[in-house]
């Protein structure tokens, strides 16, 4: 027999350029029988193995690396092998033929996937050990649409792409093959070989693991961790967060803690589990949320350039070990937020970009597609396949390692067309507008599928301009996030108590003006690590005076946030009272609790959660105008505010809470406050008190009010304003 192919289809596999190398490999019928081919570059001898324990001999092919031989008659080999015999000892390979195999993937994933709406992507894309066929292998599937070959290259076939050439299923864009034989933890790449200039080794973009960086190989990697949190996930799809305390804590895992005695190395995710549960809950922290832990190459990104985005860092251990992270906050209590990047990626050649030799993730027209700011390429939202990626990622880490939330990073930069672009830098949308109307689409139905398939779940959004509904339902016009940051709040608070207090009645309004809004939206108040970055210095930097009026600076800022209405974000350091900015390879300075300033700080902040986690006048009402009340918002002169919040009636056992905030360096002695209620009140909470490291000024802890109307309220009571401090009053005994 003949060979049944043509010289230039065997030259389009041999330069990796066909688009079914299982049309031309494997067994096929003839007229007589079968034929068997292969393509093994590099062998002396190949031999097929037929179950029934034939062997056949396969002869060089006009073109090198070709072998081909034929049976007669017969049916069909299945389960035949492929024993390669290369040139010199110990170089026989003997295993099943790759292009023996029907395909892994079924028509109703690829028509899911091209619809934009298949939320399980990562369990069919990418690297998955499975049984086939009655053979245990890796099934390899990548979506690289316009590219004119592809094939798997690795340290399982010496980094040889052409040893296992990929076919494409027709026009979903994907490509497939299954490796028999292959099984464990090995390092791939994809090399994809584009219409125009030299081939490309691609990271998978679903691998569920990566090489250490600044390796950029993905991993192949099995899970085999159990959670033991079922009680927490139980609790968590009852929940209302909306109406519960919410106190976050951010942190960066590299730069937490570090252990000096071993280079200065990072803590890994096994170590973080026996050490940061027991301190979030130690200080009262609802929740911990996580600086993008998804792998990237560049550690001084922070993780915010994405270049892996299914993969935990290796920089800290395996995504089991990452899942032992999560298991041993949620048995703390303690959720866990995940910051989430779905605004841009970077240019890196193994990732995303140019994915095959022109644009694919990303918009072709750099108006489009790149970000002038940071250097990076924007997603097209506007393509199924691209927003079923992003959206499958995000229901892809809170699903499989149990993530009560996602943060969604420069949300504003996905709304506006223009953003931080010149007035020829930009394409308006069909409208004619400047609003992103697919990147919009994209977040509504990101946010919709979330909800509906993660009970209990947080969805946040860091947006800052003044796009309306973002935290609304999207049936009611809103873009669906469940939470937004209050970054108008953030500034003007920061702004305000930079000032000296001589100057702040001048900026009153800076205090006040954030309440003629704060029910716009269901609000977070963040202090992040974006406020202690890039120059800007530490917070207690931004305080103004000396040392003790840094302090007492510091202790009342922390105060008047966590009685403003709106959720709580503190990034890790601000409870220490860092004196530098952040960085990112460097650890929290622990040190500083040697001092006793700064370990009243920390207590206060400890007091703070403990008392806000206890009363409902401080969360319950946090989305309506009804749980805020002013008493006395207009005395620039003294730099003092005072207000007070409320739960609903229904509530049981829920007191009034009164905030008190003297901003000025001067203690005020008969100072009167209107109050809503006569009877008994306590201060609950005194951040000049001793405890804290304060001077202990302010007044006693049981106050009976008179019925004396003062501030519009019916009844007030006189008291010491300690020097640039807060105090809480709780009504009752």
Known sequence: MAASVSRSELRRLVEL??????????????????VIRAFKPGAATVTALCPDGTELPLRPMDVAGCFEGELEGGEYPRGYSLRVDYRGPD?????????????????????????????????????????????????FSLWAPGAEGVSVAGDFNRWDGRLHAMRSLGLSGVWEVFIPSLAGAFL???????????????????????????????????????????????????????RAPLSIYEIHLGSWRRVPSEGNRPLTYREL?????????????????????????????????????????????????????????????????????????????????????????EHEDPRQGEHPDWGTLIFNYGRNEVKNFLIANALYWLKEFHLDGLRIDAVASMLYLDYSRDKDGWIPNRHGGRENLEAIEFLKQLNAEAYAQVPGVLMIAEESTAWPGVSRPTWAGGLGFGFKWNMGWMHDTLRYFSKDPVHR???????????????TENFILPLSHDEVVHGKGSLMGKMPGDRWRKFAEMRALFA?????????????????????????????????????????????????????????????????????????????NDNVVTFYRQARALVPGAARIVAIGNFSPVARQCFRVGLPAGGPWSTILNTDAAAYAGSGVGPEQKLSAQQHPWNGQPFSVELTLPPLGVLWLREGD
């Open 17 to 34: 350029r066909h688009h079914n190398p299982h049309s031309l490999l494997g067994a096929h019928a003839t007229a007589k029988g079968w």
């Open 91 to 139: 170089s026989s390979d003997l295993r099943a033929d790759p292009y023996g195999f029907l395909p892994t993937l079924g028509e109703t994933d690829l028509q899911l996937f091209g619809e934009g709406r298949h939320w399980r992507l990562w369990e069919k894309l990418g690297a998955h050990a499975l049984v086939h066929q009655g053979t245990a292998g890796v099934a």
């Open 188 to 242: 791939y790449k994809f090399e994809v070989r584009p219409k125009q200039g030299p081939h490309l080794l691609k990271g998978d973009p679903l691998a569920v693991a990566a090489e250490m960086p600044p390796g950029t190989a993905s991993l192949h990697y099995e899970s085999g961790f159990k959670f033991t949190d079922d009680a927490w996930m139980r609790d968590r799809a009852k929940g209302e967060l909306l």
């Open 273 to 361: 589990a026996e050490q940061l549960p027991a301190y979030a809950k130690e200080m009262g922290f609802t929740h911990v949320e996580l600086m993008p832990i998804m792998e990237h190459p560049f550690g001084g990104s922070w993780g915010y350039q994405v270049g892996n985005y299914y993969a935990p860092t290796a920089r800290y251990g395996s995504p089991d070990d990452f899942r032992a992270l999560v298991n041993a906050l949620h048995e703390a209590g303690i959720g866990v937020i995940l910051d989430w990047v779905p605004a841009h990626f970077p240019k890196d050649g193994y990732a995303l970009g140019r994915f095959v030799g022109e644009a694919l993730y």
């Open 505 to 519: 009645r001048f900026h009153h309004d800076d205090l006040t003006f954030g309440l003629l809004y704060a029910w």
């Open 560 to 636: 008047y946030m966590w009685a403003h209405p709106g959720k709580k974000l503190l990034f890790m350091g601000g409870e220490l009272g860092q004196w530098d900015e952040w960085r990112h390879d460097s650890s929290l300075d622990w040190h500083l609790l040697a001092g006793a300033e700064h370990a009243g700080l920390q207590q206060l902040v400890k007091d703070l959660n403990r008392l806000y986690a206890v009363e409902p006048a401080l969360w319950d009402n946090d989305a309506e105008p009804e749980g805020f009340h002013w008493i006395d918002g207009g005395n620039a």
